[in-house]
């Protein structure tokens, strides 16, 4: 072979080696990021589960990529947002809060599951046990239901003289019976009245805010909820504009300029989340994944909302 071809042959296989070796690179995972609510409030959550998930080596767009599905609030989209999922091949779908997660089980038995949410698993029907998940789905709980009455008595300490108490729920999620029997319990103690007004779209919020008001109730609870969690500024404004004492499960609230908020820690849920996905992705099972709990718990108090209200009574 003469020098000059053995040169241009020898050429053209160096070219042809990285050609080679990006053919070979296996491709990123790809999360499904799965919610009932809408983007627009959930910034402080994706953080937290983003962080999760580089706690255990895993940063989206570097060697892990996320899809986004949001229901918006309409939980009856849940079962074709998670089809499109599965269709898409995710290597593990997170699921945050119970209708995601119960829409995620139901659909599939094999893609693996991390879900969070505000309630018993087991009782949900996702998982055999807290510390043998079995199948393929593990996850979190923050506490939420085991608050429900505990939120009642605080927003009774904050209008004492209150003898309704108005719950807020929507009656989409599974577990609002639950939180409903949980404040019903918590008022009874008290010696309170609970009125259950219900909500699922922002005109059903608006109603339920004129509803309130109408019937003279002290103080308003909003139970925890992912479509109420999508619409927080909302839900503050008209406490404001309606000077309703209203008390919430989590942090945004009262920093949307609600008056209180009591709950469970959901950021450090989500984080949790995050961890639990990224072990998926290095190899975990998730029935050897324990279901664990956020114990995690926060009183919230808009201090500026408070003294408004305390200037405008006086």
């Given at each position: 072979m003469k020098r000059r071809e053995f040169i241009t042959l020898l050429g053209g296989t160096a070219v042809a080696w990285p050609r080679v070796a990006r053919a070979q690179q296996p491709a990123k995972p790809v999360i499904g990021f799965l919610s009932?609510?809408?983007?627009?409030?959930?910034?402080?959550?994706?953080?937290?589960?983003?962080?999760?998930?580089?706690?255990?080596?895993?940063?989206?767009?570097q060697n892990v990529a996320i899809e986004y599905r949001w229901a918006d609030g309409h939980y009856d989209r849940l079962p074709d947002v998670v089809a499109d999922l599965i269709r898409r091949r995710v290597s593990v779908i997170a699921a945050l809060g119970t209708p995601a997660s119960i829409a995620a089980k139901t659909a599939t038995s094999t893609t693996p599951i991390v879900f969070t949410v505000g309630s018993d698993p087991v009782q949900l029907g996702l998982v055999e046990s807290m510390n043998r998940p079995g199948g393929n789905v593990t996850g979190m709980t923050v506490l939420t239901t085991e608050l429900a009455a505990k939120r009642v008595e605080v927003a009774h300490e904050l209008v004492p003289t209150a003898t309704l108490i108005g719950l807020l729920v929507n009656p989409g999620n599974p577990i609002t019976e639950d939180m409903i029997r949980a404040s019903q319990v918590g008022a009874a103690t008290l010696g309170l009245q609970l009125d259950v007004l219900q909500a699922s779209t922002e005109a059903e919020i608006d109603a339920a805010f004129a509803i309130f008001v109408q019937r003279r109730a002290g103080v308003l609870v909003i139970s925890a909820d992912s479509f109420f969690n999508s619409h927080l500024e909302r839900l503050a404004t008209l406490a404001i504009r309606h000077r309703v004492p209203a008390i919430y499960d989590t942090r945004v609230f009262a920093t949307s300029g609600g008056l209180m908020s009591n709950?469970?820690?959901y950021?450090?849920?989500?984080?949790l989340?995050?961890?639990?996905t990224g072990k998926i992705l290095k190899g975990d099972k998730p029935a050897d994944l324990p279901v664990q709990q956020s114990t995690k718990v926060e009183l919230i108090i808009n201090l500026k909302h408070s003294a408004s209200r305390c200037r405008s009574r006086c």
């Amino acid at each position: 072979m003469k020098r000059r071809e053995f040169i241009t042959l020898l050429g053209g296989t160096a070219v042809a080696w990285p050609r080679v070796a990006r053919a070979q690179q296996p491709a990123k995972p790809v999360i499904g990021f799965l919610s009932g609510a809408s983007p627009d409030s959930y910034a402080p959550i994706v953080a937290a589960f983003r962080q999760g998930l580089k706690e255990v080596g895993y940063v989206e767009g570097q060697n892990v990529a996320i899809e986004y599905r949001w229901a918006d609030g309409h939980y009856d989209r849940l079962p074709d947002v998670v089809a499109d999922l599965i269709r898409r091949r995710v290597s593990v779908i997170a699921a945050l809060g119970t209708p995601a997660s119960i829409a995620a089980k139901t659909a599939t038995s094999t893609t693996p599951i991390v879900f969070t949410v505000g309630s018993d698993p087991v009782q949900l029907g996702l998982v055999e046990s807290m510390n043998r998940p079995g199948g393929n789905v593990t996850g979190m709980t923050v506490l939420t239901t085991e608050l429900a009455a505990k939120r009642v008595e605080v927003a009774h300490e904050l209008v004492p003289t209150a003898t309704l108490i108005g719950l807020l729920v929507n009656p989409g999620n599974p577990i609002t019976e639950d939180m409903i029997r949980a404040s019903q319990v918590g008022a009874a103690t008290l010696g309170l009245q609970l009125d259950v007004l219900q909500a699922s779209t922002e005109a059903e919020i608006d109603a339920a805010f004129a509803i309130f008001v109408q019937r003279r109730a002290g103080v308003l609870v909003i139970s925890a909820d992912s479509f109420f969690n999508s619409h927080l500024e909302r839900l503050a404004t008209l406490a404001i504009r309606h000077r309703v004492p209203a008390i919430y499960d989590t942090r945004v609230f009262a920093t949307s300029g609600g008056l209180m908020s009591n709950g469970g820690d959901y950021l450090d849920s989500y984080c949790l989340a995050g961890v639990d996905t990224g072990k998926i992705l290095k190899g975990d099972k998730p029935a050897d994944l324990p279901v664990q709990q956020s114990t995690k718990v926060e009183l919230i108090i808009n201090l500026k909302h408070s003294a408004s209200r305390c200037r405008s009574r006086c």
